[in-house]
């Protein structure tokens, strides 16, 4: 029986890394297996010796799984690099190598995951699996029916336009807000877009698990409950990649729209229908003006008879016969 797997999971296995991280690595030659430079797509078996910038790799290193919930504060960075100052790992400061699972931005706060398990981090972050993710966010001005249509239906950014989404309006300024991918500062350029500015932005939510009382800044322990779930979730995921071919013409009805062209303020739907007017009435102003075959058919026939009557070419370009003994005869 086989017992092989793949060498970036068995990286990932360990805690060291996450699969794509490992990747990585083994493409800037920073892994060796079994001595010599791996490369993508080496698998790993018992008794084989791994290593990472020289450090030992093996199976006896490695840890129990862990899954931890933070409600991250603003001005934290989702980020494993320890040289940029106030980065997730050294706020949480855990004694194991975890890695967050998505991103958070800068400015915003709430719910995100960080875990040692590779696997659940790549099916996690695949957007064809539509794992769920709800936001409360407060605006710079007042919101209405208008805008939360608008937002639910789908905005056009970065080249393509957002899937569409839950939105309900939760006070005067505040809406929530739940989406199944994730975009670089999706909800912020959505809002940008309607001519509003995000001025508070919390996650409450990622799939089966919420932040509920979790204070600002701390973390706890996913209960076995909300492990389960999540396993179960994304037990299929391997799926993802090919679920998520029909994306393509989403970017197809973008382009007509690019958010760079398009007013980024002051935008109600209700302009939207004078402009289609304005297309459609360009057609019907071509096709008005009258198209007649007759001419066609009367030039044709004139161009048929000033044919008949020059003398006919044979194959070699010389003229034919009968207009040879048409000269003679005038000649004598």
């Given at each position: 029986?086989?017992q ?35 490369a ?22 490695k ?5 931890l ?14 040289h ?6 050294s706020?949480?400061n855990y ?5 967050p699972?998505?991103?958070?931005d ?13 696997d ?5 972050l ?12 407060r605006?710079?001005?007042p919101?209405n ?8 239906q ?5 080249d393509?336009r957002?899937?569409?989404?839950k ?18 500062r ?13 001025v ?5 939510r ?6 509920d009382?979790?204070?600002?800044g ?30 393509a ?7 007509h ?9 002051g ?8 402009a289609h ?12 003006k ?15 008879e000033?044919?008949v009557?020059?003398p006919?070419?044979?194959?070699k370009?010389?003229?034919?016969g ?10 004598g």
């Open positions: 029986m086989d092989s797997i793949s060498l970036n999971k068995f990286i990932s296995d360990t805690g060291y890394c996450s699969r794509r991280k490992a990747d990585n690595l083994i493409t800037q030659g920073r892994v060796l297996l079994n001595d010599r430079p791996a993508l797509g080496n698998r790993y078996k018992p008794g084989d010796t791994v290593e990472v910038d020289g450090s030992l790799i093996t199976a006896a290193k840890e129990k799984r862990v899954y919930a933070l409600n991250k504060p603003p001005g934290i960075t989702t980020t494993t690099e320890l940029i100052k106030d980065n997730i790992i706020f949480v004694p194991q190598r975890i890695f699972i998505g991103r958070l800068k400015d915003s706060e709430g719910l995100i995951f960080l875990t040692n398990d590779g659940i981090i790549n099916k996690i695949r957007a064809a699996n539509n794992h769920e993710k709800e936001y409360v966010v605006v710079n001005k919101i029916p208008a805008f939360v249509q608008q937002m639910s789908g905005v056009p950014i970065l393509t957002t899937l569409p989404c939105v309900q309006m939760m006070g005067r300024q505040t809406f929530r807000i739940t989406l199944t991918q994730g975009l670089n999706q909800i912020r350029r959505m809002c940008e877009y309607l001519g509003y500015t995000v508070g932005l919390q996650r409450v990622i799939m089966n698990v919420r932040l009382k979790l204070p600002l701390k973390w706890r322990h996913l209960s076995e409950a909300e492990i389960s779930f999540l396993k179960e979730s994304v037990a299929d995921s391997s799926k993802g990649r090919s679920e998520s071919v029909p994306s013409p989403r970017k197809k009805t973008a382009t729209t690019p958010a760079k062209e398009l007013p980024k303020s935008f109600t739907p209700e302009n939207k229908p004078s007017k304005h297309k459609t009435a360009k057609p019907p102003a071509k096709d008005s009258p198209r007649t075959g007759k001419t066609k058919t009367t030039e044709k026939p004139g161009r048929r000033n044919a009557q020059k006919a070419q044979s194959r370009g010389k003229p034919s009968p207009p040879k003994n048409a000269g003679k005869r005038r000649r």
